[in-house]
């Protein structure tokens, strides 16, 4: 199972950017995926997950509003549409899948698969 996150990058305070996660090795259309990020200093934190079940979605308070994460199931990709960027927001962003459908299992078991992180930058 390979998880590789794309399309990070550095851009000014109020600007987008849209990371993706294509997932390889097994389908994962049933199976939860989510966004974390490390900034420097700091533990990894969560920002964001879609169940597998029925695409019910759940986000950080620091991003709600602001960003947006989607799966493609057919293309097995998972993605995080980032606006209003902050300089906050800079960090070391990962995807993880896990073997289970539900957040109530992934909350108690975690995620099981991590992607290599991308870099987001954010400029004030």
């Known amino acids: 199972v390979q998880l590789q996150a794309f399309g990070g990058g550095s851009v000014q305070a109020g600007g987008s950017l849209r990371l993706s996660c294509a997932a390889s090795?097994?389908?994962?259309?049933?199976?939860?995926m989510g966004w974390y990020r490390q900034a420097p200093g700091k533990e990894r934190e969560f920002v964001a997950a879609?169940?597998?079940?029925?695409?019910?979605?759940r986000y950080a308070d620091s991003v709600k509003g602001r960003f947006t994460i989607s799966r493609d199931s057919a293309e097995n990709t998972v993605y995080l549409l980032m606006n209003s960027l902050k300089p906050e927001d800079t960090a070391v962003y990962y995807c993880?899948?896990?073997?289970?459908?539900?957040?109530?299992?992934?909350?108690?078991?975690?995620?099981?698969?991590w992607g290599e992180g991308t870099q987001v930058t954010v400029s004030s």
């Open positions: 993880a899948a896990s073997r289970f459908s539900d957040f109530r299992s992934v909350g108690r078991y975690g995620m099981d698969y």
């Open positions: 090795g097994r389908p994962f259309g049933r199976y939860a």
């Open positions: 879609i169940s597998g079940s029925n695409g019910i979605t």
